[in-house]
Structures are given as C-alpha cells and as structure tokens.
C-alpha cells in the first residue's frame, strides 16, 4: 500500500489553524502582562503614599542651612509623566503643624513651586534632588484623574500632602486647594484596565 502525505491544501490548513492557536496564545500572553504591569503601577503608588503617611507620624528633624527644621508635611506630587517624593519642613520652636496648614495651606501647595526637600526609596528625608523617590512606571501611557465624588477630572499636577503628626490629608489640584466631605479618588486608567486609590478625609488609604 503506498504511503500518501499531506496535501499542498491541507499543509496550508494546518498552518492557518496553528497560526491563529498561536496567535491567542500571545494575545492572552500580552494581556496578561498588560494587567500584571497595570496592577504593578497602582499597587505602588498606593504604597508610595501610605509610606509617605507613615513617615508624617513620626517627629522628623532636619538640617537645612545649618538651622534646624521640623518636618510638616510628606507627600507625593504627581504630574502626568511621573511622581515623586515631596516633604514640607519650617524651622522655629514649638512648630504646630496644623496650625500652619489651617492659617497658611498654601505652604503645603507645590502645584505651583517646586520643593526644595525629598524623601528618597529608603525613606530619608534629603535635599538632593537628583535623587528622591521618583517613579516613572510610563506614566504618560495613563490617563490620571480625580474626582471628590462627581464625575472625574482631567489634571496636570497634584501635591498630595499627610500632616504631622495624624497623617491627616491635604491635597492641591492645579494650584486649587481640595476640600472634600468623604474620598479624593485617583484614578488610573491604561486602555481597558481602571484602578482606583481613595484617600478618606480621615487619612484611610484604599486601593480599589
């Protein structure tokens, strides 16, 4: 009996049919990566700013121009490519730290200046602006926006700041101080995968 191989058509086929099985396998392999660094990015700002509330806790003193300051207020600025790790610090005795932020909030605003104190990934409060804790993560590839509650909006920078020594929360938007009754929301948006960090009035950090 003699052996008969495969036709030109059915090679063609079974090519066809290994292509688009290979073709999904990618797909969902990309997919998968796409959601894994998404839920990376959010996790870690999430982190970033409970590391920043966490160090508002604590009585920090530094040196700045051979004078002593007390640390305020630490936080994150976020702009549409990257954020970074922000510190509020002012000199003098007996500092309260919530009057300064009730009488003057515009202290704590740096929408509209830069800071000129970091804290850095090991959580050290330097003056060395090349390097505090800076996250790209590709930022500009995401949509970022907040909302208080209504619909989301569109912005180009945001300082949010925690209060020494509660950890409280105070938060500018585009140079406009943001009062809210329950959460400030984050939100992360990268083609179809939505995250959301809320921030309540009381401090509580939530990733959603």
């Given at each position: 009996m003699k052996n008969k191989g495969f036709t030109i058509f059915e090679s063609t086929v079974v090519l066809l049919v290994s292509t688009i099985v290979l073709g999904a396998i990618f797909?969902?392999?990309s997919l998968n990566k796409n959601f894994y660094e998404f839920q990376k990015t959010k996790l870690l700002l999430a982190e970033n700013l409970?590391?920043?509330?966490?160090?508002?806790?604590?009585?920090?003193?530094?040196?700045?121009?051979?004078?002593t300051s007390t640390v305020c207020g630490i936080g994150i600025l976020i702009s549409k490519?990257?954020?970074l790790?922000?510190?509020?610090?002012?000199?003098?005795?007996?500092?309260?730290?919530?009057?300064?932020?009730?009488?003057?909030?515009?202290?704590?605003n740096f929408t509209n200046k830069s800071p000129n104190l970091y804290f850095a990934k090991n959580a050290q409060i330097i003056t060395d602006r090349n390097n505090p804790l800076i996250v790209f993560e590709e930022l500009k590839d995401y949509e970022i926006r907040y909302s208080t509650g209504n619909a989301p909006n569109s912005f180009?920078?945001?300082?949010?700041?925690?209060?020494?020594?509660?950890?409280d929360p105070l938060i500018y938007v585009d140079n406009n101080k943001i009062d809210f009754a329950n959460k400030f929301n984050l939100i992360l948006t990268k083609n179809q995968d939505n995250a959301t960090i809320s921030i309540t009035n009381a401090g509580q950090i939530i990733s959603e």
């Open positions: 797909g969902l392999i409970r590391l920043a509330q966490d160090l508002s806790f604590k009585k920090i003193e530094v040196n700045i121009n051979n004078s490519s990257n954020y790790g922000i510190v509020y610090a002012t000199s003098g005795e007996n500092v309260d730290c919530y009057k300064i932020a009730s009488d003057t909030p515009g202290e704590f180009n920078s945001s300082s949010i700041m925690f209060l020494h020594p509660y950890g």
